[in-house]
Nanobody, 123 residues
Framework: VQLVESGGGTVQPGGSLRLSCAASGRILRIDDMGWYRQAPGKERELVAI???????NYATSVKGRTTISRDNAKNTVSLQMNRVKPEDTAVYYCHADILYIGPSSEYVALKSWGQGTQVTVSS
């Protein structure tokens, strides 16, 4: 099982960014999916999370300008952030709570992380 992120890069202040993440493997079910970020010298923090039923929750710092969405059929989650600020600069990580079939056909629950993608907000 792996999570592969795409998107990121350098964005001007006030602009928009879109991150996507796809889960692959022998997946039975994905519960919560979300995005976290870690800025230099700071701890990793939650940006947004979406349950399998579509309930969302956002960090106060991004609420109102960020939308998280998922496609359960494709095992993907996306993050759309508008009006970005320099303080949004960080490495963004995709996260998912996954139940999958292991090598011996056992059921395995895994809190899976993507490799991270850099987002830099700068003019």
């Amino acid at each position: 099982v792996q999570l592969v992120e795409s998107g990121g890069g350098t964005v001007q202040p006030g602009g928009s960014l879109r991150l996507s993440c796809a889960a692959s493997g022998r997946i039975l079910r994905i519960d919560d999916m979300g995005w976290y970020r870690q800025a230099p010298g700071k701890e990793r923090e939650l940006v947004a999370i979406v349950t399998s039923a579509g309930t969302t929750n956002y960090a106060t710092s991004v609420k109102g300008r960020t939308t998280i969405s998922r496609d359960n059929a494709k095992n993907t989650v996306s993050l759309q952030m508008n009006r970005v600020k320099p303080e949004d600069t960080a490495v963004y990580y995709c996260h998912a709570d996954i139940l999958y079939i292991g090598p011996s056909s056992e059921y395995v629950a895994l809190k899976s992380w993507g490799q991270g993608t850099q987002v830099t907000v700068s003019s």
